[in-house]
């Protein structure tokens, strides 16, 4: 029951009420540590989660394991899409039973239990407890001949390691899903500056946690063993939730409201197939409520109001579904940039070193080569360079003279970065298949392989690599500033969900494109080449994802000139637009 209004003092609608108003006094001053707690919990769990991801097919390949290349290879890109498509689950267990805080917490608890049993595979008396021993006959010689039945033991530990790795991935999903919408209720009620320079620096703490892994967790794992890189990474998760727990106090705890995907659901279903599902009045008491009612302690939503908020869920989906093409961009440094660098000329770490020798090269493999994978630091890098750039200096000075571009804008400029990287990587690609239709190649020892690679240093990637860093600052970044600030409440963890979710779906589709043109007559197939891709055509791959991304951006800009008009309206009733700052 609200407090009786004293004579003369302003009316305040009750809805709109600010919740930091509704701290106690003092600990209003709290925000700050509200939101470095939250900053500090993602940079740790993304050292953890790029830890597992990074070293994962090494790892299943090792002679402890002893998985086929492709096994391996099948089980890191399970795990990476489970990590994106579970996290609309974590967004709406938050929303309807849990609460964002709750889910946290368990998610940080699940991830340390998942983490401690990769650990616990990395050492031989925790395989053999937890998966048994390995068969005597997984040490034999390979099969003599293409037909035989011979039982590999490629497989060893695999249900095991798959439980883990789906436990990582569901913990990792909800995590992503739940910590970036928690993190932006602590500073909410300052104002939509406030929330961009959240959304700035939970960036760059993803960056810092990235960046931490390449350099530090990696290494250990190739170069030390995976038990110590392991367990680094469970410390991570067990230092991330110790944190969290430590900063309960400081943090703004919303109960779940509920969530309206299934009303969404029912909705688009009466539209689409009227007769099928046919609209009910709102006088009728079976309609009054389109889902059971989990909200607590908020009543649930009148018919009116999901409407509304199907009405704005309608304008935001279009905008999150035409950024996918641009994550298919995104998701090729991870994959393709890579499998470019690798034909490209490796310099080693250590040139001038006495034991440099050519026939120590030969002993030793790429030991002394730099890791193809630190050009992924070209990418960190800038971030963590331009994130407090553009938080200190350029957003402030656009601000000032009202020139800063709406989040919609930015996210069209990150695509136009996007294309330019991949343009780029075509160009570099043509340069280097010149040298190779010139027969001028180098041959360079990577681990067990050879590469025959053209005379041009790898270094010529770095611009390519640059410029995805500065699209992911305008559009992911603000992609997920605009997911959270436009949502309906009682959907924001879902959408931020579904954000990640389309994410995910954007990489598979850049996998599904590879897989399509590798098919017997593709520009990507060349199986006489053995593993090199000189006799592919990856240039002509790179120039037709420039023209989807092209595509997808025209797109962009049509759908965001309408959404924009329609923001410029009156609107909906029964739904309160969010406090724009």
């Known amino acids: 029951m609200p407090l009786p209004r004293a004579p003369g003092a302003p009316r305040e609608p009750e809805q709109r009420q600010p919740l930091l108003a509704r701290r106690p006094r003092g600990r209003r001053r709290w925000w700050r540590a509200a939101a470095a707690a939250v900053l500090l919990v993602q940079m740790l769990e993304r050292a953890a989660f790029f830890g597992v991801a990074g070293n994962l097919v090494l790892y299943l390949n090792s002679a402890e394991l002893n998985w086929a290349g492709e096994q391996a290879s099948r089980a890191a890109l399970v795990f990476l899409g489970a990590s994106y498509l579970l996290a609309p689950v974590g967004g709406w267990l938050a929303d309807v039973y849990l609460g964002r805080y709750r889910a946290i917490a368990l998610s940080l608890l699940l991830y ?64 992503r899903s739940n910590l970036t919408s928690f993190g932006a209720d602590q500073v909410m009620d300052l104002g939509r500056h406030a929330s961009r320079r959240f959304f700035n620096w939970f960036y760059w703490s993803i960056n810092v946690g990235a960046m931490l892994s390449l350099l530090v967790v990696a290494f250990i794992q190739q170069n030390i063993n995976f038990l110590l890189g392991y367990s680094i990474v469970v410390g991570c998760v067990g230092l991330a939730f110790f944190i969290f727990l430590f900063a309960t106090p400081s943090f703004i705890i919303k109960p779940p409201t509920g969530s309206q995907v299934s009303s969404m659901l029912k909705l688009a279903l009466q539209n689409c197939c009227p007769r099928r599902w046919p609209r009910r009045s709102a006088r009728d008491p079976s309609s009054a409520q389109l889902l059971p009612d989990h909200r607590f302690p908020q009543p649930g939503p009148s018919p009116q109001e999901d409407i509304a908020n199907f009405q704005v869920l309608v304008k935001i989906l279009p905008v999150l579904v035409t950024l996918v093409p641009y994550w298919m961009v995104y998701f090729q440094m991870q994959s393709t940039y890579v499998l470019q660098g690798l034909h490209l000329q490796i310099p080693n770490i250590f040139p001038n070193c006495p034991t440099n020798r050519p026939e120590v090269l030969r002993a030793q493999g790429s030991v002394y080569k730099i890791p193809e994978a630190w050009l992924l630091l070209a990418n960190v890098v800038v971030l963590l360079i331009l994130v407090p750039v553009k938080d200190h200096l350029l957003d402030p000075l656009l601000l000032r003279y009202k020139l800063l571009p709406s989040a919609l804008q930015k996210m069209a400029l990150g695509m136009f970065f996007g294309f330019t990287s991949v343009i780029v990587a075509g160009i570099l690609e043509m340069k280097r298949l010149e040298y190779i239709s010139h027969n001028q190649t180098v041959s360079q020892q990577i681990g067990r392989d050879t590469y025959y690679a053209a005379p041009l240093s790898i270094w010529w990637q770095t611009p390519q690599y640059l410029l995805i860093g500065i699209s992911e600052i305008f559009a992911s970044i603000t992609g997920l500033e605009f997911a959270y600030s436009e949502a309906p409440r009682s959907m924001q963890g879902a959408l931020m969900g579904i954000f990640f979710c389309l994410s995910g779906v954007g990489s598979l589709l850049g996998s599904s494109l590879v897989a399509l043109l590798s098919l017997p007559g593709g520009w990507l197939h060349c199986p006489e080449d053995t593993g090199n891709i000189n006799k592919c055509r990856m240039d002509l791959y790179f120039f037709l994802l420039a023209g989807i991304q092209a595509a997808a951006a025209l797109l962009f800009i049509m759908i965001t000139a309408r959404y924009e008009r329609a923001a410029k309206g009156p609107a909906p009733q029964g739904c309160p637009r969010r406090d724009s700052g």
């Open 112 to 175: 340390l239990a998942a983490s401690g049993l990769l650990a616990a595979t990395a050492f031989p008396d925790g395989r053999s407890s937890f998966c048994g021993e390995m068969r005597s006959a997984h040490l034999e010689p390979a099969c003599p001949s293409p037909g035989c039945q011979y039982t590999s033991g490629a497989t060893y530990c695999a249900p095991t390691l798959y439980g883990a790795l789906l436990l990582l991935a569901l913990a990792a999903s909800s995590v």
